[in-house]
């Protein structure tokens, strides 16, 4: 079965610093992954979809970027922390043609103090 | 893709059937009703998707009018952990890998379930 995993589940940084999210998916191959972020009591925000090893798309301008360095694996970078950085972010994939749904990951809760 | 309309909030007795309404009344003919829900702290989980026919999984029953502008979603014997975010999405079917098949998350329903 497929199982996705990211890493770490908290984090708190200070503005400026750094950043480095990880999700890694197991038990299939050639998955589209996304990266969704929450704000407190947000809906879920799209930034970044991979259709495949370094393909990139972005959905919205921001200090943020992604990588996709394997085939399942998915990075979320930033350079220097914003405040407004600060929320739930969430990695998810889809197989397709044989399933068109996507399937979420537990989250990364990211404090930018 | 298409917008859609649900209440921001409702109670359910559990045990009890909880009936989940959304409103997509500028659906596409190639459009597809997509349920997903958010437990607290949790990323989202899907639930059902449907087309134009009724659907049921183990989860959940999908109720399309015939006009396809809404739609219910039924948790047939609502527990204390059914209590989530339900989200009501409305996409445009399979359009090929390259595409991203991307979901856009509205609001939702915020469902309370009480013993």
């Known amino acids: 079965s497929q199982t996705i995993h990211q890493w770490p589940a908290t984090l708190v940084q200070p503005v400026g610093s750094p950043l480095s999210l990880e999700c890694t998916v197991e038990?299939?191959?050639?998955?589209?992954l996304y990266w969704y972020r929450q704000a407190a009591g947000r809906g879920l925000q799209l930034l970044f979809y991979s259709v495949g090893i370094g393909q990139i798309s972005s959905e919205v301008p921001q200090n943020l970027s992604a990588s996709r360095p394997q085939d399942r694996q998915f990075i979320l970078s930033s350079k220097k922390l914003l405040l407004s950085d600060s929320g739930f972010y969430l990695c998810a994939w889809g197989q397709l043609p044989s399933t068109d749904t996507q399937y979420f990951g537990p989250g990364t809760r990211l404090t930018v103090l | 893709d298409a917008k859609t309309t649900q209440p921001t909030s409702m109670d359910c007795a559990e045990g009890r059937a909880a009936n989940l309404p959304c409103n997509h009344s500028?659906?596409?003919?190639?459009?597809?009703v997509y349920w997903y829900r958010q437990i607290h702290s949790q990323g989202p989980q899907y639930i059902i998707h449907g087309l134009k026919n009724n659907e049921t999984n183990e989860m959940a029953s999908l109720i399309i009018t015939e006009d396809r502008k809404s739609s219910t979603l039924i948790l047939p014997h609502a527990t204390l952990r059914d209590t989530a975010v339900y989200y009501c999405?409305?996409?445009?079917?399979?359009?090929?890998?390259?595409?991203?098949?991307?979901?856009?998350f509205g609001g939702g329903t915020r469902v309370l379930v009480k013993p």
């Open positions: 500028t659906i596409s003919g190639n459009e597809y």
């Open positions: 999405i409305v996409r445009v079917a399979y359009l090929g890998k390259a595409a991203g098949n991307k979901l856009t």
């Open positions: 038990g299939t191959s050639n998955p589209n």
